[in-house]
T-cell receptor, first 115, second 112 residues
């Protein structure tokens, strides 16, 4: 089992540029989560998909952030335009089932630095 | 709003010591609770998942307990090793099943 796969692992970009982060969940998992981790705020849920449908996007900071899940094996998180305060580690996680019954598995994260 | 607190924030122990990490949560109406480990620069690794109907789970040298009524969970690590050094995070699933609230973690250092 390959686990949750995220790319890129590291991204350095300049303010105003578009950033796209990618995630491949574990095969067979039907729930996918995007989290952001910073020293100041810890781990924050950005958005949650179930069966490719966004269920809870209340954590998305603002309209500059958008997420898609076109199929069960791929999701993207896009920031446009990026700002220095978006610098963080972005994690994707997946699990089986809705209702908190399944164990959540995380990817290695994408470390974003916006200059 | 669910709040999760972990005590202590940091812990340093000599190798071989048994230790307990504490987690408390304000809303006892949880679906389940999950303990994670995070190494520096890495993602989170799931250690144990305790369903709300369970009292404890064991995996190797790790034992996690859950007391929903008091809003507490503990992670017990037996015979600690330097390789156990990491940040340990407690997280609770709310009953909606969509929101996992994390504590701020306990940074553990096991000295050889």
């Amino acid at each position: 089992d390959a686990g949750v796969i995220q790319s890129p692992r590291h991204e350095v970009t300049e303010m105003g540029q578009e950033v796209t982060l990618r995630c491949k969940p574990i095969s067979g998992h039907n729930s996918l989560f995007w989290y952001r981790q910073t020293m100041m705020r810890g781990l924050e849920l950005l958005i949650y998909f179930n069966n490719n449908v966004p269920i809870d996007d209340s954590g998305m900071p603002e309209d500059r952030f958008s997420a898609k899940m076109p199929n069960a094996s791929f999701s993207t998180l896009k920031i446009q335009p990026s700002e220095p305060r978006d610098s963080a580690v972005y994690f994707c996680a997946s699990r089986i089932g809705r209702g908190g019954t399944g164990e959540l598995f995380f990817g290695e994260g994408s470390r974003l630095t916006v200059l | 709003k669910q709040e999760v607190t972990q005590i202590p924030a940091a812990l340093s122990v000599p190798e071989g010591e048994n230790l307990v990490l504490n987690c408390s949560f304000t809303d006892s109406a949880i679906y389940n609770l999950q303990w994670f480990r995070q190494d520096p620069g890495k993602g989170l690794t799931s250690l144990l998942l305790i369903q709300s109907s369970q009292r404890e789970q064991t995996s190797g040298r790790l034992n996690a307990s859950l007391d929903k009524s008091s809003g507490r969970s503990t992670l017990y690590i037996a015979a600690s090793q330097p390789g156990d050094s990491a940040t340990y995070l407690c997280a609770v699933w709310e009953t909606s099943g969509s929101r996992l609230t994390f504590g701020e973690g306990t940074q553990l250092t096991v000295n050889p």
